[in-house]
T-cell receptor, first 113, second 110 residues
Framework: DAMVIQNPRYQVTQFGKPVTLSCSQT?????MYWYQQKSSQAPKLLFH???????NEADTPDNFQSRRPNTSFCFLDIRSPGLGDAAMYLC????????????FGQGTRLTVV | GQNIDQPTEMTATEGAIVQINCTYQ??????LFWYQQHAGEAPTFLSY????GLEEKGRFSSFLSRSKGYSYLLLKELQMKDSASYLC???????????FGKGTRLSVIA
C-alpha cells in the first residue's frame, strides 16, 4: 500500500500560470520534505516541515511556496512557473529529522509549456 | 557546511561485483543512507549506517568510516535490473534534513 502519495504523477502547466502539487502520507510522520530533481541531477531540497514549523532552504526561489494544513497533507505551490522549473518534484516523509529513513512518493513530473 | 561526493557514472558487467564510493565533509554526522533510483521513479531505501563497519543485506552491503568521512555501497552478483542511480545521502547533525549527493549512474552490461 502506498504510504506517500503524490498527485498528479504528471502535470503540464503554462508558463506563468500558478500550479499546485499535492502530497499525502499515511505514516503519521512529523517531517515532510519537498525536493526538486532535474534530469541526471540529485534531488535538491526546497524546504521541509517539522510538524507545523516551516524550514526554507536559503537558495529556494521565492516563486516556490508550501503549505501543510495538517499532518497528512503538504502542498507545493509554484506561483509563476518558468521553463527552468520543469523537473520531477519529490515529496518525502520521515518520523524525525536526523537518523531516520525518508520515504518517498512516486513524484510529480512537471512540464512547463 | 556540507559536501558529498560520488562518481558520476560507472559501468559493470552482469554477475560481477561493483563498489560505489561516497565521501563527505560535515560539521556533524547523524547517519548515512544509500538510495536506489531508477529512471523516472522515486528513490527507494537501500541501507543506513550510523556506526563504523559493514552492514550486509542480501546482495547489497554498505560500509561506513566516520573518521575518514567515507562510505561505499557494494553490489554483488549484478543483475541488469541493478542499472540505476545510487544516491548517497546524510543527516548532518541535530534536526537537519536529509541531503543528497549527486548520485552515481550505474550501467550493468551483459
Amino acid at each position: 500500500d502506498a504510504m506517500v502519495i503524490q498527485n498528479p504523477r504528471y502535470q503540464v502547466t503554462q508558463f506563468g500560470k500558478p500550479v499546485t502539487l499535492s502530497c499525502s502520507q499515511t505514516l503519521n510522520h512529523n517531517v515532510m520534505y519537498w525536493y526538486q530533481q532535474k534530469s541526471s541531477q540529485a534531488p535538491k531540497l526546497l524546504f521541509h516541515y517539522y510538524d507545523k514549523d516551516f524550514n526554507n532552504e536559503a537558495d529556494t526561489p521565492d516563486n516556490f511556496q508550501s503549505r501543510r494544513p495538517n499532518t497528512s497533507f503538504c502542498f507545493l505551490d509554484i506561483r509563476s512557473p518558468g521553463l527552468g522549473d520543469a523537473a520531477m518534484y519529490l515529496c518525502a516523509t520521515s518520523r524525525m529529522t536526523g537518523g531516520t529513513e525518508a520515504f518517498f512518493g512516486q513524484g510529480t513530473r512537471l512540464t512547463v509549456v | 557546511g556540507q559536501n558529498i561526493d560520488q562518481p558520476t557514472e560507472m559501468t559493470a558487467t552482469e554477475g560481477a561485483i561493483v563498489q560505489i564510493n561516497c565521501t563527505y565533509q560535515t560539521s556533524g554526522f547523524n547517519g548515512l543512507f544509500w538510495y536506489q533510483q531508477h529512471a523516472g521513479e522515486a528513490p527507494t531505501f537501500l541501507s543506513y549506517n550510523v556506526l563504523d563497519g559493514l552492514e550486509e543485506k542480501g546482495r547489497f552491503s554498505s560500509f561506513l568510516s566516520r573518521s575518514k568521512g567515507y562510505s561505499y555501497l557494494l553490489l554483488k552478483e549484478l543483475q541488469m535490473k541493478d542499472s540505476a542511480s545510487y544516491l548517497c545521502a546524510l543527516y548532518h547533525s541535530g534536526n537537519t534534513p536529509l541531503v543528497f549527493g549527486k548520485g552515481t549512474r550505474l550501467s550493468v552490461i551483459a
